[in-house]
């Protein structure tokens, strides 16, 4: 029997970096001189991850073992204390990444091959079309077309609201983390439910009905309003609806469900199987949106889709541009690997954020294809980080138009 070859991690950084946008990412390193990364963003709360990570984290981290990822996992999560939340998770989540990183590339493998090989020869993608009006919106839906996509999220400005969610002036990087201090916007859920359905009426018009389509209401609506939506939207039917409503309360979509048949898609805050694990128990949903770098890492994500899948609901994670490449690359080797995957979210990077994280993943035919390097593909240029120090930005918030706070 060979003795087994131990893996010291001998240290762990934080590496801030602002390319266009705020990244935290943990590198981790090994006594054989391999390193593995894990993105730690979380969107307008970065630093508190930062943080957790270097002060909290990463002492606990060296001399540990590299190969023991579940046990580390196990060590993070029991051994805090306090569990949970996206903070934690997201720190968890960076650690666990890093070494499955690590882990592959001592194996000489891209991470895929380490966690079961491929199920399908690449990861279909959707990508976002949006426009200040119905019109911008289908044409710009037409370009996504044209660059290959079959899978397409629509979002258009409603008429009446200075601004909406999912809108932006630069067409390909969709950020709403927009300011030094939060943006406050308007919203009325009345003039969104009367336009949003004569948007994909438009669209199944002008587009035809071979292309996927879906929609993000971005956690805006109740029970009912959610279930009136997905009726209007049943003519047309989209790939899925997500994030009706803040899932907070997982029974709420019982409502939801009973009275329509457009799939739902939910998930992109959720940190742990137990912010969905009645959604997928109950069949309340089609497809759980949680992502490695939120949801405690692969290993987590691992075991939500593993739960997901004995009750038919497949995978959607999210892959919006606050989640880095480092992020984007592992969901890439997880969604290749999970029988039950559904779609992934793909916005592109800035080329400055690609600069810094130089990675082997490509866009071909509507898909994206994690490459076959050892680990998961990608890394971060540090001396090129450090020229884009970190700037204080919030996501926007939201009132109705009577100044109540709502959801953003
Ligand atoms: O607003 O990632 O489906 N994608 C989304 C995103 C989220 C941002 C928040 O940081 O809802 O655009
Ligand atoms: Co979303």
Redesign the pocket.
Known sequence: MSKTRTLPITAARVIVTCPGRNFVTLKIETAAGSYGLGDATL?GRELAVASYLADHVAPSLIGRDAHQIEDIWQFLYRGAYWRRGPVTMSAIAAVDTALWDIKAKEAGMPLYQLLGGACRSGVRVYGHANGETLEETISEARRYRDMGYTAIRLQSGVPGLAST??VSRDKMF?E??DGGLPTENTWSTSKYLAATPRLFEAARAALGWEIDLLH?A?HRLTPIEAARLGQDLEPYRLFWL??TVAADNQASFRLIRRHTTTPLAVG?VFNSIWDCKQLIEEQLIDYIRASVGHAGGISHLRRIAVLADLYDVKTGC?G?T?LSPVCMAAALHFDLSMPNFGLQ?YMCHTQETDAVFPHAYRFSAGSLYPGDEPGLGVDIDEALAAQYPYRRAY?PVNRLEDGTMTNW
Do not use: F, Q, V
């Open positions: 969107n969610y999912g969709y709403p983390a993000d971005h997500e994030d992109e999210h919006a606050d979210e996501l």
